[in-house]
């Protein structure tokens, strides 16, 4: 069987962590936490928009589209992002086929503070299989972190939850598949993104958040991932019982992402106008 995309991503990031190990040592980079910008409650945040939040996300690349957005200035982006209104921004910051970095989440995080307590919270999207991945992170500046389940055993997933919540952080634990769903919310997962993306072809399949909602569970905050291009979508997940959407590339592309965003949350001028 030939190796899924998912698996060669994770193998690289495997190297990644090793190089990163090396240059700077586990208690160095604790030692950094002393010194990063306090968090906020990221779920919290997104509720704070109730009954339906945006996770705007900063994406150059990705393995099926190649390039989307690779000269874009991160900060800029995430400050025309909260200034339309995102409670949330996702920064990719795997290098290889994203081509993000974790300069792109601290530009994104430092643009977004000038905005005091109402600035949206800054996520950590990458491939995290590591705790000094999730203290790395903080160390950075995120708010909080991914947790992919399809790239972790149960013991790796609750593992990393503990870590991420002994720095004040509650992850966003993405799930793609009803095992996957059963095994966020036995490993005790409070926020789940459904992602529409299978992640070994990256193929997408919109009604998948639909089918895996019910299964989220009383109290959880349930996010829709991937597929998400216009205002019917999100108004589609809200109806499933979805409590956000992620966008990433229908925001990267537009020429007006301040605009395009608004559109999403049914704030256009053309909505307001009626």
């Known amino acids: 069987m030939s190796e899924t995309i998912l698996e060669r991503i994770v193998a690289r990031r495997r190297e990644d962590i090793r190089e990163a190990k090396r240059q700077t040592p586990f208690a160095e980079l604790r030692a950094r936490l002393d010194d990063a910008p306090a968090a906020i409650d ?7 928009d109730a009954p339906m939040a945006v996770i705007a996300e900063i994406k150059r ?17 995430a400050l025309a992002y909260a200034e339309a209104g995102a409670a949330g921004i996702s920064v990719l910051t795997e290098p290889a086929w994203f081509k993000g970095t974790l300069q792109d989440m601290r530009d994104a995080r430092n643009c977004v503070d000038a905005l005091g307590e109402v600035r949206p919270g800054v996520l950590r999207k990458d491939f995290i299989i590591d705790e000094y991945q999730v203290v790395e992170a903080r160390a950075w500046g995120a708010d909080t972190v991914l947790l992919i389940v399809a790239c972790l055993d ?3 997933l609750r593992g990393l939850l503990d870590v991420s919540r002994a720095l004040g952080m509650e992850p966003l634990v993405e799930v793609a598949n009803a095992n996957e769903m059963d095994r966020g919310v036995k490993a005790g997962a409070q926020f789940i993104g459904v992602n529409n993306r299978d992640l070994r072809d990256f193929s997408v ?15 959880v ?4 991932l991937s597929g998400i291009s216009e205002r019917a979508d999100v108004e ?6 979805a409590q956000a959407v992620l966008v990433g590339e229908t925001l990267m592309r537009a020429e007006d992402p301040g605009e395009k965003l608004r559109e999403l949350l049914g704030h256009d001028r053309g909505a307001d106008a009626r």
Request: with cysteine; charged share 25%.
């Open 42 to 48: 990221f779920a919290g945040r997104l509720r704070q």
């Open 61 to 77: 690349a990705s393995p099926s589209k190649g390039d989307i957005a690779p000269c874009i200035d991160a900060g800029a982006q």
């Open 154 to 156: 149960d013991a790796a």
């Open 205 to 219: 399949d919109p009604a998948n958040a639909e089918r895996l909602a019910g299964m989220a569970g009383e109290g």
């Open 221 to 224: 905050l349930l996010a829709a």
């Open 236 to 241: 589609r997940y809200e109806r499933a019982g």
